[in-house]
């Protein structure tokens, strides 16, 4: 009889851990396909949207990787470019969904070198020729580090806004680190701290009812700076409807592939790549700013110490999300686009 119970208590329990299916777009209880999308080598589709001018036209030709709950709409970049600096500099933007978010097929094989590869896959189906420039923000910022670490001949610049910084990066102190660390929330903590650990617990713990939920995941708004707040608060009601697309498929493959993706045992350490532009062919630019709640500023400090050919912008007095403020694409695109410091 105890067998008996032991083996139905871990029946039970293999069962609440594991995360449904997801609910792919195209398939007959999934949702609509509505993007242009990319069939990848694997099989897996890409769903992709773009801006600026006409591809053939440009003269600049970027890829924007949107972050966390996010999906291709959510490009700051491109949303709140000026026209002025699209026509001027021929600026062709594309934003597309990550593996398992918006209208993009899952990867349940996803990692770092994966999400760099989709990138090149994507470029080449397109035709945007042999170089092009990558931004990415938040979340989107480990893609843009696999794309410095597989695919450096295919970049002409790169940009980072406000990147998520994996905490256990085998090149930061100890101490540092940690310090990092628990400037988070208690419970955004545990979050992470599941995802690198026990990342076979990371639907369980995001959905259970026992402790409290991720803090990021929630939305909840005392994550945010005050800056952080009153962007949001122009953000019109169309913006946030896209937080129900971003999640469309499920969220395991989405927000939790991406946490432990992101926060899991990487296969190289950023803080050991070398300058891809040597001769100045190109830029690397990172912007972070000093108040941003989500992720702590002195971590983006020691890695621009420590990769000294990255450009950093601090911005002060400024959150997370400030690529969204008014002027802020601009200056972006600008300084990745011309290598301005």
Aim: net charge negative.
């Amino acid at each position: 009889m105890l067998a008996v119970l032991i083996v139905g208590i871990s029946a039970l329990a293999y069962q609440v851990i594991q995360p449904p299916p997801p609910k792919t777009c195209g398939s007959p209880d999934g949702p609509a396909v509505t993007a242009p999308r990319i069939k990848l080598r694997d099989g897996r589709h890409l769903a992709y949207k773009e801006h600026g001018v006409p591809k053939d036209n440009a003269k600049y030709k970027i890829f924007f990787v949107h972050g966390f709950d996010s999906c291709r709409h959510d490009s700051a970049v491109a949303n709140f470019l000026s026209p002025e600096v699209i026509e001027d500099l021929g600026v062709y933007i594309v934003s597309y969904d990550r593996a398992g978010y918006g209208e993009s097929d899952p990867n349940p094989n996803r990692t770092v070198k994966s999400d760099a590869l989709d990138i090149e896959e994507l470029a080449d189906q397109l035709g945007v020729g042999s170089k092009f420039y990558v931004i990415g923000y938040s979340m989107g910022g480990h893609p843009i580090w696999g794309c410095l670490k597989y695919i450096p001949h295919r970049l002409a610049g790169a940009g980072l806004l406000a990147p998520a910084v994996n905490y256990w990066w085998p090149g930061f102190p100890a101490n540092l680190s940690k310090e990092a660390y628990y400037q988070q929330l208690p419970q955004d903590q545990w979050a992470v701290r599941v995802a690198h650990y026990i990342p076979w617990l990371t639907y369980w713990w995001n959905t259970q009812k026992w402790f409290p939920p991720s803090a990021v995941i929630a939305h909840r708004m005392d994550i945010f700076s005050r800056r952080d707040v009153e962007v949001l608060s122009k953000w019109s009601p169309e913006e946030n409807n896209y937080l129900a697309l971003a999640r469309q498929q499920g969220e395991y493959e989405s927000l939790h592939r991406d946490m432990m993706v992101g926060f899991g045992t990487w296969e190289f350490d950023p803080l050991d790549l070398k300058n891809p532009f040597p001769n100045n062919e190109g830029s690397v630019h990172l912007w972070h700013g000093d108040e941003d709640r989500l992720v702590p500023v002195i971590l983006q400090r020691y890695i621009v110490q420590r990769l000294p050919w990255i450009h950093y912008h601090e911005l002060s007095g400024a959150g997370h999300m400030f690529p969204f403020a008014d002027g802020m694409s601009d200056t972006i695109v600008k300084a990745v686009l011309t290598g301005d410091k």
